[in-house]
């Protein structure tokens, strides 16, 4: 899950061609601005919002340190 404002005015095509570099099978990813997630009351997006970790919690679960 990416969150940026920086994608605001695209659709999830356009907001996914920016980082087609970053693609790898069977990885998936979707790019909300932050007004979208925080707003958004589906239920796909409650579920990803329950499941969600935020990357500075995984890189102190994993030690990375920079």
């Known amino acids: 899950m990416i969150i940026s404002n920086d994608?605001?005015?695209?659709?999830?095509l356009e907001r996914r061609l920016l980082l087609k570099?970053?693609?790898?099978?069977r990885v998936e990813?979707?790019?909300y601005t932050k007004d979208e997630w925080d707003e958004?009351?589906?239920v796909w997006v409650s579920e990803l919002k329950r499941e969600a970790v935020r990357l500075i919690d995984l890189l102190?679960?994993?030690?990375?340190?920079?």
């Open 7 to 12: 994608v605001k005015g695209l659709n999830q």
């Open 21 to 25: 570099d970053l693609l790898e099978p």
């Open 29 to 31: 990813f979707f790019t």
């Open 40 to 42: 958004e009351a589906s």
């Open 60 to 66: 102190k679960e994993y030690n990375v340190t920079d």
